[in-house]
């Protein structure tokens, strides 16, 4: 089997959620075999990664609903590093 099996079973075994996304790489490749989804059998070139982003974007606030509330998003019109903060 997967190693990524064993960590799943870990996981269900402690009630500990996770996202898998072997199911949904797979189902893009399967969609669109012409596709490089993947450098290999574990790492993704850029469709990969965009795909992977768009899902947890999605599944990240619905599975973990609170996680994102308290999260602070910085001004992107300010720099982040400033004479103020480096003292």
Not at 1 to 10: C, E, F, K
Not at 61 to 85: C, H, K, Y
Request: aromatic share 10%; no cysteine; hydrophobic share 40%.
């Amino acid at each position: 089997g997967r190693m990524q099996d064993v960590l799943i079973d870990l996981l269900d075994r402690q009630r500990i959620p996770y996202i898998d996304l072997f199911p949904v790489m797979q189902e893009a490749h399967q969609a669109q075999p012409d596709v490089d989804w993947y450098y290999d059998d574990t790492h993704p070139y850029k469709p990969g990664h965009r795909l992977i982003g768009e899902y947890l974007a999605v599944e990240i606030p619905r599975m973990f609903p609170g996680l994102l509330a308290a999260a602070v998003v910085p001004d992107a019109t300010q720099p982040v590093v400033t004479e103020e903060n480096t003292r």
